[in-house]
């Protein structure tokens, strides 16, 4: 498990002035802190993390010495300048359940036999305790042909009795369509044969 050092944030400077000087803000909450504790992190440190972690993906967050078993909650991230500005955290408790998402990571797609890959979901809402959370499912697409389509429910986190889906089991996660051209080919041969 990957580990954020973090400081403890004061409100008298403002979030745009820290984040011109290279830091991220957040917020760290849950069950067993009081209120919230607004919390700094270096920009570097928070874009390295981020390389193998992001929303739903359980961490330690290092906040001046004490270790938090953290939920990445929410991540805040600006278009405009291309970086994060702000990340919460969700502090877990070993025997509390907490709402998270698993995303879907698809592999193999250059072995689809034939046919476009459609992704419906890209990510799945679930409840569990933290020593059953998941950051990702993956899903093999090799072999798979048009008409295939695969559901929540097909899912290895659907079959896990520990973990309890918010995503209906019904949905779809991918399918495979025909692909189809814009010009129907005979038409393309009748306007070659004319000219």
Known sequence: MNTLKAEKRSMDV????????GYVTGNLF????????PVKMNRLEVDRIL???HKGSQIMLDVEGT??????????????????DEIDFQALVSNEEV????????INHEMVQEGALQEMLS??????????LIDHVTVDVSGMKVGDTVYVKDLEIAKNPKIHLHTDPEAIVLTIDAI??????DEEADGEAAE
Do not use: C, F, Q
Request: aromatic share 4%.
């Open 14 to 21: 403002k979030a745009k002035k820290l984040r011109r000087e």
């Open 30 to 37: 849950g069950k067993e802190i009081e209120g919230s504790i």
């Open 51 to 53: 390389k193998t972690d």
């Open 67 to 84: 270790a938090y078993d953290v939920l990445i909650k929410e991540i805040d991230y600006n278009s405009m300048a291309r970086r994060v």
């Open 99 to 106: 709402h998270s998402t698993a995303a879907v990571e698809i």
């Open 123 to 132: 990510e799945i809402a679930y409840k569990a305790l933290p020593a059953d």
């Open 180 to 185: 189809r051209n814009a010009v129907p080919e």
